[in-house]
């Protein structure tokens, strides 16, 4: 889309009304559209995310109920107290399944505008990965992310890894594995902080085999010793598909957690808690048992209103 595009998209859309919400960094657009009626296209979400033409932000997320739009019915269906549905964007328009730090800044957007208020046992969410539980926690939000899996589960298993990864400022391939938080990741061990910095994340890095659907991708580096008191520490910068080298990503963060815990073995078991800073801050993360017996992450963070406005006003 040519600049001239751009600036006519924004322009179609004058009126109407948006939050800039951040979490550890993460911007997004904030829409209310109760019944649906401010639908964008994927040239409009990409016009306003452009941070010289548009309002700026790594996606944009458009707050409905959960009863005006069907992948909300669908939530609404396996849990009825699911009444907003969060439809997250990529900056570059296209759609994600599911989007960590998203869904803190989208309950703090809710509570903020009186759309919502907070239960005592969470505010229960409609994305396209399933319902998932915000509970207040301290300053920010915690949510129930639900269960990760293995995207190659064989080959974790067998390997402890499932790929080289190699790009621009990596000295050899690093070994990687790949996570689905709902949507996919690749996490990615490097030896060092040095590395970490040196790392080319303007462009994608090479994941063989390229999922058809395109990939996330982590650089992450544990901290040594890992535990300390119970806490493990992981540094982490995120390449996001649709978006590109972002300040922070909360699925990205989970799946980190997953990857890293998988390689150190039983010293990884021993952390209660684990705390992840990447560019735009830290997130905790921590494992629960649901009362189905599967194993849910659950990750913590701040969200920040940054401003409100009407667009071309
Ligand atoms: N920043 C998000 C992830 C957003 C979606 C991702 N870019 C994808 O395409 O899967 C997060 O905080 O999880």
Known sequence: MNPQDRI???????GLAFSKVHATGNDFVMISAPAGERDVTAAQVAALCDRHLGLGGDGLIRAIRSESLAEGRAALAADPGAEWFMDYRNGDGSIAEMC???????????????????????????????V???RRSGDGYSVDMGPWEFIHPERAEADAMDSLVTTAGLSVPRPSL?????????VVALPDVAELAAADLHTLP???PLPPNGINVEYVVPSEPLVVDRVAAIDMRVHERGVGETLSCG????????????WAGPAGCD?????????????????VQAPDGAEHVVLSGPAVRVATGVLGV
């Open 8 to 14: 006519d998209a924004v322009a179609a859309l004058t």
């Open 100 to 130: 960590g730090n998203g869904v803190r800044a989208f309950a703090h957007f809710l509570l903020l505008e009186g759309l919502a208020e907070m239960p005592a046992d969470g505010l229960r969410i409609g994305t396209r990965a399933g």
């Open 206 to 208: 090479a994941v063989e």
């Open 251 to 262: 699925t990205g963060i989970c799946a980190a957690v997953v990857a890293v815990r998988h």
């Open 178 to 186: 790949s996570v689905s938080m709902g949507n996919p990741h690749t």
């Open 271 to 287: 952390a209660a808690a684990w705390a992840v800073a990447v560019p735009g801050g830290v997130c905790g993360v921590r494992f």
């Open 132 to 134: 998932k539980v915000v």
